[in-house]
């Protein structure tokens, strides 16, 4: 298996989330791995459904990653009606997103994911950035949805629990739920580290349906 330097020449990142937690769960430790390689590079967040407490939390977590809260944008969207309740307005803050910063590569939901949030959002990506690079994430859930990947990113040990340990200092609101566990993501990540024949024992994973290389 050959492996490509895909993030060498990044200049500027966008990762969108429909929910607070969304892009730390799914690329967390990826954007970790990434600052610490390269802090030149630039990279924003854009998250759909944030309101009161969980705002809050995203904002810390977006102090803990990005160091600058001004580059996270959040919406109030409702949570878990994305799809019925004002799909254009998804749209919308996507094309402002867009017009107001200009990513080499987007990371965002995946267009299979079984949340119907996630789902809409990953498929509104690919209509509005035609012209980046774009990695679909995967975030565990009751639902059974996770299925094969086509990108690995390894992950240093060290990396991989610094993203537990922001999910927990962030969002403390979500402790109680069930599948909130630092045993969940930690698991995750090493399966994906074995399917990616990783030298680390942390991976995520990503799909890319479409790559270009030059």
């Not at 012209?131 to 996770?146: A, C, M, N, S, T």
């Not at 930690?186 to 790559?211: C, H, P, Q, W």
Request: net charge negative.
């Amino acid at each position: 298996m050959l492996a490509a330097k895909l993030f060498a020449d990044l200049e500027a990142v966008l990762c969108i989330g429909a929910h607070p937690d969304d892009i730390e769960i799914g690329c967390g430790g990826t954007l970790i791995t990434l600052l610490t390689d390269r802090h030149e590079v630039d990279v924003r967040w854009l998250v759909l459904t944030a309101t009161a407490e969980r705002r809050a939390e995203v904002v810390h977590s977006a102090e803990l990653y990005l160091g600058d809260p001004d580059k996270l944008v959040t919406h109030d969207l409702r949570d878990g009606f994305l799809p019925y309740d004002d799909p254009a307005a998804v749209k919308q803050a996507l094309f402002d997103a867009r017009r107001a910063f200009t990513p080499d590569l987007v990371m965002a939901p995946s267009r299979s994911d079984a949340h119907q949030d996630h789902r809409l959002l990953g498929e509104l990506v690919w209509q509005v950035f035609r012209d980046q690079l774009i990695l679909e994430y995967e975030i565990v859930k009751y639902d059974g949805d996770l299925g094969p990947s086509n990108v690995y990113v390894p992950i240093a040990a060290a990396a991989a629990q610094t993203k537990v340990d922001r999910l927990f200092s962030a969002y403390v609101s979500q402790h109680d739920k069930p599948w909130f566990r630092r045993s969940t993501f930690e698991a995750l990540m090493r399966i994906r580290a074995v399917e990616a024949g990783a030298a680390t024992e942390f991976a995520e994973a990503f799909t890319a349906a479409k790559l270009v290389l030059s």
